[in-house]
């Protein structure tokens, strides 16, 4: 349980860091520079945790999908971007694919 704390704070650190990479205006903003380098510092960290006890492919697949979702919902309530049926339907392909990951692989760590 403990590995699968890990991937969620690695997921949220991500989506932090993410979100202030637009704030950061290439760089040349300093408090949002220094969020997305923290952000993803502890993003990395914490997904090096969480493989201690979860299969590689299971929680990339959870870090990076979960993120996708998680940073378009971020897009278009912070930025306005617009999600048309193909956005929606792509990402809802991206959950389905990480619930049967999780729940119907037999991948076991390492």
Request: net charge positive.
């Amino acid at each position: 349980m403990k590995s699968w704390i890990f991937l969620s704070v690695a997921i949220l650190t991500e989506v932090v860091a993410t979100s202030a990479l637009k704030a950061s205006d290439g760089f040349s903003k300093l408090t949002p520079s220094i969020v997305v380098i923290v952000g993803y510092v502890l993003s990395f960290y914490f997904l090096s945790l969480a493989l201690k006890g979860i299969p590689v492919g299971i929680a990339y697949a959870t870090w990076a999908g979960l993120g996708i979702v998680l940073i378009t919902a971020i897009a278009w309530v912070m930025y306005g971007q617009k999600l048309d049926l193909g956005a929606l339907v792509g990402m809802t392909f991206i959950l389905v694919g990480v619930v049967v990951m999780n729940l119907f692989s037999n991948v076991t760590p390492h």
